[in-house]
């Protein structure tokens, strides 16, 4: 268990990645209390320097001989690494925070989002899992409408840019834009069609039924999280030539009526959440709008008429703050609150 203390040796690992980078600047942006910073990421990295607080921090290489001392490590370095070293860390006495797929579905880790469910982590053992990121934004917005009305189904598409997979893609999507508006052809790498002007309904690998990982993902993670495995959730991911931020549209289906503007006010005052849904003055949730900022963004609020009970919503929101990095620290704002 974390210690009380003033200020907090911290690590993140998988530092100069585009989560590790969002992570430093995140603890910085919102004054967490680091009494010395610690990152860590591969051998190529050794010896390249990072700014916290306008001081330069030098990576240094990952072992598992390195946790002695640390108090709280973001991780941000992939399933393997973090199968490999959140054990160790945890082992001494470090409390992970993974972004990592690796232990959300653990039973013995719990899976936090804190706007819905920060009582979790009062019985972690080391390891705490931060969920995927379209799963977040999406049960940020279901969990206060979950307990105005009792929500029985969601179907749930999404709209996820690029930068979820990674600085590689990103570089695909400029480049292929930029050899097609200069009339030469697209040539897909990270992706296995062109993703400049497309859209791609496949994000991580295809399972037997059909569904992709990322969808059960989704559809896994979100009972774990709202703590209800009643909660019926239907997925189809999808990516998008968008660089920074994900949309989602959500068609939720509840066991008590509840109106558009009731889940207009019951949203706005939620944690976490912006509404933002004025359509006839062409005002709803983008992906332009949400980049940069902390909120899950909501809008296209509106009543299913097909459906006894049942609403339409638009959300969006940036995958690498709220959707990774910024989740990340919030929760360990939320563990040194309960130290």
């Given amino acids: 268990m974390l210690k009380k203390k003033n200020k907090y040796i911290v690590a993140v690992v998988g530092a100069t990645g585009a989560v590790g980078n969002e992570m430093i600047s995140t603890l910085e942006e919102r004054n967490f209390p680091v009494e010395t910073l610690r990152l860590f990421a591969s051998e190529r990295s050794k010896g390249n320097t990072l700014d916290f607080h306008g001081k330069p921090v030098t990576v240094e290489v990952l072992t598992d001989k390195v946790f002695d001392g640390i108090d709280i490590a973001l991780f941000s370095a992939g399933g393997g690494r973090s199968t490999e070293f959140a054990p160790a860390a945890a082992k001494a006495g470090c409390v992970v925070v993974d ?17 819905v469910n920060p009582d979790d982590l009062d019985w972690h053992k080391g390891i705490i899992a931060n969920p995927n990121c379209s799963t977040i934004q999406m049960v940020v917005v279901l969990k206060p409408l979950h307990d105005a009305a009792g929500i029985k189904r969601v179907v749930v598409t999404t709209f996820q840019s690029v930068s979820g997979t990674g600085k590689k893609a990103m570089d695909e999507l400029l480049n292929q834009t930029r050899d097609i508006l200069n009339f030469k052809d697209a040539k897909p790498s990270v992706y296995p069609h062109q993703i400049a002007f497309n859209c791609l309904p496949h994000i991580d690998t295809f399972m037997d039924d ?22 019926k959730v239907t997925a189809t991911t999808v990516r998008v030539p968008v660089f920074r931020g994900h949309s989602e549209s959500l068609n939720i289906e509840t066991e008590k009526k509840i109106s558009a503007d009731d889940a207009r006010a019951v949203l706005s005052t939620a944690p976490g959440i912006l509404v933002y ?9 983008l992906q332009t709008y949400s980049a940069d900022k902390d909120e899950v963004y909501v809008g296209r609020v509106r009543e299913d008429n097909t459906i006894e009970n049942g609403l339409n919503l638009w959300i969006a929101a940036d995958n690498l703050r709220k959707g ?16």
């Avoid at 774990?224 to 909660?231: A, E, F, R, T, Y």
């Avoid at 849904?277 to 949730?285: F, G, L, S, V, W």
Wanted: hydrophobic residues 40%.
């Fill in 99 to 115: 972004n990592s797929s690796a232990w959300r579905m653990d039973p013995e880790v719990p899976l936090i989002v804190p706007e």
């Fill in 210 to 231: 059909g569904y992709t990982k990322e969808e059960i993902k989704m559809v896994n993670e979100t009972k774990k999280i709202l703590g209800d495995d009643s909660v």
């Fill in 277 to 285: 849904d004025a359509p006839e003055k062409n005002i709803y949730p």
């Fill in 324 to 339: 990774a990095a910024l989740n990340a620290v919030q929760i360990a704002e939320e563990l040194i609150k309960r130290a």
